[in-house]
């Protein structure tokens, strides 16, 4: 249940001088793409997330612009990781409460899922997901 399993992921990068090509086959997540969906136009000092899931697993990746990441376990330890690379993403497990902010003008945050969207697959009271 550990924040150990959130897995900083380097996405293959094929540089060319007519602009890079990062591409995000099967083989470097460990769950089956079921749904892709991103956040934009998110205004300077707003905060999205505040939330655990039960059984999904997310890929968050800056494909532009940067953004902070933080991320608790069960036991409230806390640990942030800010992502502005679109050749690299964060693997968040299930049962790991997230909230993104610092969101860099333009930012775009893509989020790749281990399943499709379902409301009770959300944790979204911080203490509930503490006494789990
Ligand atoms: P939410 O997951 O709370 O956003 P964030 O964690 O980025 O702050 O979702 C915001 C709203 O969008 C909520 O009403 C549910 C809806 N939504 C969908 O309908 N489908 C989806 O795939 C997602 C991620 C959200």
């Known amino acids: 249940m550990g924040l150990n399993r959130v897995k900083i992921i380097d996405i293959p990068k ?11 086959e099967k083989n470097i997540l460990p769950f089956s793409i079921k749904r892709v969906y991103y956040l934009y136009d998110v205004p300077s000092g707003v905060f999205r997330g505040g939330h655990a899931h039960v059984n999904q697993q997310e890929f968050l990746i800056a494909l532009s612009g940067s953004f902070n990441v933080s991320l608790y376990d069960v036991n409230k ?9 679109p050749n690299q993403g ?6 790991i409460w997230r909230e993104l902010d610092n969101f860099s003008s333009g930012s775009v945050c893509l989020v790749i899922a281990s399943d499709i969207y379902k409301e009770e697959d959300y944790i979204r009271d911080y203490d509930v997901f503490t006494k789990i």
């Open 14 to 24: 094929i540089v060319d001088v007519r602009g890079n090509l990062s591409v995000i």
């Open 77 to 85: 330890e806390k640990q942030v990781i800010t992502l502005n690379k």
């Open 90 to 95: 964060v693997l968040i497990p299930t049962m």
